[in-house]
């Protein structure tokens, strides 16, 4: 309304702060979506097995790591995750990526796979007591959908350029550049880092090659793809694996996967 009275309600008190936000999108929620409501893929509860895995590991580093303000929604396809910038001095950068990092691998131990952006900026979560909504505007969110939806393609997540100067050097430990990207490394949340688990990462190699032969979408063979020749390279970089177990799934090429400093 072009009235002074009417317009007088845009004078008001800015509380939105500095945050760290990921968006992250479920592959093939479409499937398992169709699944949940048919009795026959429990989508709710391996999210909520995933996510208890997840903070059972976080918590034990809790005294190095403050998530206590950490903002977890899962809707539809999407996950969001926000934390505050730099809580009672903590890095709170290293722990939005550590989980991340785990949350992302125990969902694909459910079969659920994700891709996703992780940025920067200003974020306000207001929850309404009086009409009982909830309210969200985040420019952080934004630029995280805006990565996931034009940059991520496969299963993997991608941390925004912007917040490179932001992270420490135990947070650096945590990416990998894929393509010129940097990206979430959560492989070795599923691998051993002393190979002690070969069995077991086989098992779920020949598994996504399984779901992936059963698709004639290129865009989904395309992305379980990537994850296996993700998981190879992972491999070849972990202690006491014989490669020779996994000799069917040597890849092309993979020359996109790089340590972040060798």
């Not at 990565?147 to 299963?155: G, R």
């Not at 992270?167 to 430990?173: C, H, N, P, R, T």
């Not at 020949?206 to 020749?229: A, F, V």
Request: aromatic share 12%.
């Amino acid at each position: 309304m072009p009235t002074n009275e009417w317009n007088s309600i845009d004078d008001y008190s800015k509380t939105a702060s500095d945050h760290y936000c990921a968006f992250l999108d479920i592959v093939g929620y479409k499937d398992k979506s169709d699944k949940y409501f048919k009795g026959e893929f429990n989508l709710l509860g391996r999210f909520k097995r995933a996510l208890s895995h997840s903070l059972s590991i976080i918590n034990i580093s809790s005294v190095l790591i403050d998530i206590s303000q950490l903002n977890i929604k899962f809707f539809s396809d999407s996950i969001v995750l926000s934390l505050p910038k730099r809580s009672n001095g903590n890095d709170t950068l290293f722990g939005l990526i550590n989980t991340c990092k785990i949350l992302s691998a125990h969902l694909s131990f459910e079969g659920l796979f994700v891709r996703g952006g992780l940025s920067t900026g200003l974020h306000e979560n207001h929850v309404d007591n009086e009409y009982g909504f909830e309210f969200l505007a985040s420019s952080a969110l934004e630029k995280a959908y805006k990565i996931e939806s034009e940059q991520a393609t496969y299963p993997r997540i991608i941390v925004d350029r912007e917040v490179f100067s932001c992270l420490s050097i135990e947070a650096k430990q945590l990416l990998i550049h894929d393509s010129g990207e940097l990206i979430v490394h959560f492989a070795p949340q599923l691998i051993n880092s002393n190979g002690e688990n070969q069995d077991i990462v086989l098992a779920e190699m020949k598994h996504i090659e399984s779901i992936m032969l059963e698709n004639d979408d290129q865009r989904i063979i395309d992305k379980y793809q990537w994850l296996l020749d993700y998981y190879y390279w992972t491999l070849t970089t972990t202690k006491n694996v014989d490669l020779d177990l996994f000799k069917s799934f040597v890849p092309k090429s993979f020359n996109s996967f790089k340590m972040l400093y060798e």
